[in-house]
């Protein structure tokens, strides 16, 4: 049986840090800074996540299960991910269990400190991954559209930088 997921004091200060590492610039590969608003409280709320890179796409997977970040992404359908200086604006769309199997698989190869809160080893044949897809959701990052990033931009949420990164100006001054 995989370990349940709870935020706790220890994990609260790891990811106090990890994100003032991503916000200097100081993290590993593959982490960015997931920024999303609350989809109750309509704060805007910042959690570390690990990108995962397959064949040319970027996704994002929720190792834990449902927890809030990805109820504020699947409310919302859009995010920021960021480190450093650099934000982008992403539209979000959580993928069927077919290409959530792949990924899922490709993610516990990459990060190996999440794999206790799996009920499948990162070896096991695909079909095991398809069965475990609903519950740790995997999600298809893209590029956000021009009038996405303008309502983003109107709310704040184009990261911590107080004016928008200029190739969502240049996105902007197309349409």
Known sequence: MARRYHLGFVRRTVNLVARTALRLGWAPRGLVLLTTRGRKSGLVRSTPAKMVELDGRRYLVAPYGDVGWVHNVRASGSATVSRARRSEQVAVTQVGPEEAARVLQRYLDLEPVTRPFFEVRHDAPPEAFRAVAA???????????????????RKGLLGSNPSPPAFYLRLCRRR
């Open 135 to 153: 519950l740790h959701p995997a999600f298809r990052l893209s590029p956000a559209s021009a009038s996405t990033a303008r309502r983003l931009s």
